[in-house]
């Protein structure tokens, strides 16, 4: 049984696709933290096919096993049915909701010309409608409880990637969803701040199944008892912090977080700039472009780039 000093003591906490990899770390972190959680996953394949509620019913064996409380739900975070039954599950069943994780996700990778439209369009629903959904019913209802003058002390993880954050070669349409989770998660963050909803993005790594074969040499368990550096479990003790009340103040920001290492991300801001106050020429605007761009950092190698 959790102690009623616990870091997550009396919240309830609903993760997305927690029957397996990431998702179920985090859940089974937040109930051994105290929280009481609803246990999401649709229970597809790794390219979104097909469906089961094992996964999600297995976790909340896992988490009543170890003394916590927990309910499985099956919906499709991406369907507004989905969402809106998710946050209700919470409320029915706990009586609350206190924190959101969208973390449910999978793959369809490809070269750009080898993407074919159903690649893109069922990447970006997952990913960011799935996102959007939940966020949006979750916020509906914290937005009617600060109204009504109980004012929550609520938090939204989202999860984007290094993909979205640097662009990745093969993975056009979840880079593009991933970094779409970015600037989803800063106008959350700016619009829901006056409501008590503070809403943050983590970006992991992690041996999921979703990386385990084409990572395989980073992702691999170490042999013995060394520190496992690619568990999933490493990733969830900064969205537990981020879901708990502990993070006040912490809100719209980006975090890398893999093995035992946690980085703050810094993004887009204006690096070298001129004006020259009239419209430039295509030739001067070249010239101009090209000496800001000698003044300017180097990016960030785009992963899988040679
Ligand atoms: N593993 C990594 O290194 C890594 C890196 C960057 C980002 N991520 C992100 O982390 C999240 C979790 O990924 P993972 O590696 O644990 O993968 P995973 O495949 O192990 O888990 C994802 C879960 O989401 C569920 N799911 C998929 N579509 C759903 C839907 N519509 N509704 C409800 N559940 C659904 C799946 O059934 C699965 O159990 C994803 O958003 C992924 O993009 C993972």
Redesign the pocket.
């Known amino acids: 049984m959790p102690s009623p000093t616990a870091l997550c003591a009396g919240r309830v906490v609903a993760v ?2 927690a ?5 179920r770390a985090h859940a089974l972190a937040f109930a051994a933290e105290g929280a009481k959680v609803v246990v ?5 394949g ?1 390219d ?1 096919s097909g469906a089961g509620s094992g ?1 999600a019913h297995e976790v909340v064996e896992e988490i009543r096993a170890a003394g916590g409380e927990a309910v499985a739900h099956g919906g ?3 369907t507004a049915d ?1 969402a809106a039954s998710l946050v209700a599950a919470a409320l029915d069943s706990f009586g609350r909701l206190d924190t959101l994780v969208n ?4 793959l369809r990778d490809r070269m750009l010309v080898n993407l074919d439209e159903d690649d893109w369009d069922a990447v970006m629903r ?2 960011l409608k ?1 996102h959007f959904l939940p966020l949006k019913h979750a916020a509906a209802h914290w937005r009617t409880e600060a109204k009504a003058g109980r004012v929550p002390e609520a938090r939204v993880i989202n ?1 984007s ?2 993909a979205g954050l640097l662009g990745s070669v093969g993975q056009g349409n979840y880079a593009a969803a991933k970094a779409g989770i970015v600037g989803l998660t800063l106008v959350a963050a700016a619009e829901m701040g006056r409501y008590g909803v503070q809403v943050n993005a983590v ?4 041996r ?4 385990e074969e084409t990572f395989a040499g980073t992702m691999a368990a170490p042999g013995g008892s060394g520190f496992d550096a690619m568990a ?1 479990e490493n990733v969830s003790p900064l969205v537990v912090w981020l879901g708990s009340t502990a993070s006040a103040g912490v809100s719209g920001r980006v975090f890398e977080a893999e093995a035992g290492r946690i980085t703050v991300m810094e993004g887009w801001r204006p690096g070298p700039t001129a004006d020259k106050g009239a419209r430039w020429t295509p030739a001067e605007a070249g010239e101009t472009a090209t000496k800001l761009l000698a003044a300017a950092g180097t990016p960030e190698p785009v992963y899988g780039a040679r």
């Open positions: 997305t696709g029957g397996r990899g990431l998702g999401n996953d649709l229970g597809v790794l979104g996964p499709d975070i991406a989905g973390n449910a996700g999978f997952v990913h799935g999860t990637s290094g970006a992991p790594a992690a999921t199944r979703m990386t999933p």
